[in-house]
């Protein structure tokens, strides 16, 4: 809602905005709402399914002007933008130097929007300078308005739903208070619920200094303990294998957090797989850890053997513990304010019996129960035996690259995200199989989960590539119910006692 609300204070119908493809579905809903052209900024990705950072080359004026030129929507090419909203932090904890975009882009754009739903601990921390929207002793922008919103409820104290919007006035324009509490009072509730805003006053308070620096202290030391906690349980397996927490090989501490330099992206490190990167723009947030599952390197390339992280976070949840998101072969936890060695040290311990109980090939029943109860067709499987033939689903649809490629293939924008939407609510759609997909326009969000990341918005043509992914989703949806790869979006009705995939695209 925070994001909705920036948005309708600050854009309008056929307004140029430019915007993260790696970016949450609620932007998407505001480009809808608010009848604008989406020029889209496009991050690299590496072949575990982690999106990484938007190139630093593609915040330059000349770049967003070159695809201004190129979009066949633009009415008119010689359009400032609106407003640039970025996605800081990613979903797997890649975070942009913000000084660097904002003297790129200062002027150029009207307002400079970071989305920090995952980031509202940063301005608490020296460690994050500069690596977040505004913060004490920042420069103000000559022209352009700086706004940024958080969840608080994510990593500070807040209630589900809390959030905030931050603002910096530039030193030429300030924000005009009553204009935009029209846009707030659009959005929100006339009967709010007074918890939620009252935890936003307590999230406040217990940040204030020196508390405040001293819990995010906290937070990043428990995540350099977990991951010297699982690098050690690795050498004590030695050749047998393990899970390796994705991040840089080797990182020190420096008093009440980690050091800053261990923790930026370089090109000549291996380990994120981004390839070439600019120094000093990017870097990886160490309070949010992702632990790959073994089955796939970096290089994109299948092993013989394999454990998809589904399997792994399925089990971890029957014994209590819940993941934030799981991929193809990682899934994702974050150290938030309060998470304690007792916490975080029963993760480590169920990954050690979920090895143990992997290698005797335990059957499902004995290790899982709840989740056979719920699917009985895998009563009598193994666990090894389980992973190895999802492991080898993936493998023969070669399912990393094309989940790869189709995100980072070429969007064909055809209609306004608008136009497209108020085809679907005026009736004048198509309800289309999956098999003819290509070339149709969609008038619905795509959205495979994982990753969660919207793949096609209203407005944009289906391409050969993507329709590949989805029927790959429907036969591993039928031979593997209970891991079902979901794809918001998707109309299901039932045809010849088979689940049939629709989506409904533009008449014509």
């Known amino acids: 809602?925070?994001?909705?609300?920036?948005?309708?204070?600050?854009?309008?119908?056929?307004?140029?905005?430019?915007?993260?493809?790696?970016?949450?579905?609620s932007i998407l809903h505001a480009i809808v709402m608010t009848g604008t052209v989406p020029i889209f900024l496009q991050p690299t990705r590496n072949h575990l399914g982690i999106i990484g950072p938007i190139p630093k080359e593609e915040f330059s004026p000349e770049s967003i002007r070159a695809k201004i030129m190129a979009n066949p929507l633009v009415k008119d090419k010689n359009a400032k933008p609106r407003v640039m909203t970025l996605t800081q932090s990613t979903y797997d904890g890649i975070i942009y130097n913000v000084e660097a975009i904002k003297q790129q882009l200062d002027g150029h754009v009207d307002i400079l929007h970071f989305d920090e739903a995952w980031l509202p601990h940063a301005t608490f921390h020296p460690?994050?300078?500069?690596?977040?929207?505004?913060?004490?002793?920042?420069?103000?922008s000559k022209s352009s308005m700086v706004f940024s919103t958080q969840s608080t409820h994510k990593l500070l104290a807040g209630l589900s739903q809390a959030s905030q919007i931050l603002v910096q006035d530039s030193q030429s324009r300030k924000l005009d208070r009553y204009r935009f509490n029209e846009s707030y009072l659009m959005h929100t509730s006339t009967s709010p619920q007074y918890a939620i805003i009252a935890s936003c006053d307590v999230a406040a308070a217990m940040m204030e200094p020196p508390g405040g620096t001293a819990?995010?202290?906290?937070?990043?030391?428990?995540?350099?303990?977990?991951?010297?906690?699982?690098?050690?349980v690795g050498d004590e397996y030695g050749d047998s294998w393990w899970f390796p927490v994705w991040g840089p090989e080797s990182f020190e501490r420096n008093g009440d957090g980690g050091r800053r330099d261990d923790?930026?992206?370089?090109?000549?490190?291996?380990?994120?797989?981004?390839?070439?990167l600019q120094p000093g723009f990017n870097m990886l947030d160490p309070i949010k850890a992702t632990i790959i599952t073994p089955g796939l390197d970096i290089d994109g390339n299948f092993d013989d053997g394999g454990?998809?992280?589904?399997?792994?976070?399925?089990?971890?949840?029957?014994?209590?513990?819940?993941?934030?998101?799981?991929?193809?072969?990682?899934?994702?936890?974050?150290?938030?304010?309060?998470?304690?060695?007792?916490?975080?040290?029963?993760?480590?311990?169920?990954?050690?019996?979920?090895?143990?109980?992997?290698?005797?090939?335990?059957p499902l029943w004995r290790v899982m129960p709840e989740f056979v109860a719920?699917?009985?067709r895998y009563e009598r499987i193994g666990l090894r035996n389980l992973s190895q033939q999802i492991h080898e689903a993936y493998k023969s649809h070669d399912v990393a690259r094309v989940t790869t490629e189709m995100y980072l293939s070429e969007m064909q924008p055809v209609m306004k995200p608008s136009d497209a939407y108020e085809c679907l609510t005026h009736g004048r759609v198509e309800r289309v199989p999956i098999d003819d997909l290509v070339g149709r326009v969609t008038t619905m969000l795509v959205t495979p989960y994982p990753p969660g990341i919207p793949l096609l918005i209203p407005g944009e043509r289906f391409n050969s590539t993507i329709v590949e992914y989805l029927k790959f989703a429907r036969s591993f949806n039928e031979r593997f119910p209970g891991f079902h790869t979901d794809v918001h979006g998707l109309v299901t009705a039932e045809s010849n006692g088979r689940l049939e995939y629709f989506v409904d695209c533009v008449k014509g």
């Open 307 to 362: 454990i998809p992280a589904a399997v792994v976070t399925k089990y971890l949840a029957e014994h209590g513990v819940v993941v934030e998101k799981t991929s193809l072969y990682s899934f994702f936890i974050m150290f938030t304010i309060g998470i304690t060695k007792g916490r975080w040290n029963t993760l480590v311990t169920e990954l050690q019996q979920f090895k143990s109980d992997y290698d005797q090939n335990q």
């Open 263 to 276: 923790w930026m992206l370089k090109s000549s490190d291996k380990w994120h797989g981004f390839g070439s």
């Open 374 to 376: 719920a699917n009985p």
């Open 1 to 25: 809602t925070s994001n909705k609300i920036v948005w309708h204070s600050g854009v309008a119908h056929d307004d140029v905005v430019v915007v993260d493809r790696n970016c949450h579905k």
């Open 127 to 140: 460690l994050y300078h500069e690596m977040h929207a505004i913060g004490e002793r920042r420069p103000r």
């Open 215 to 232: 819990l995010v202290g906290e937070s990043i030391s428990e995540a350099l303990d977990f991951r010297n906690a699982m690098r050690k």
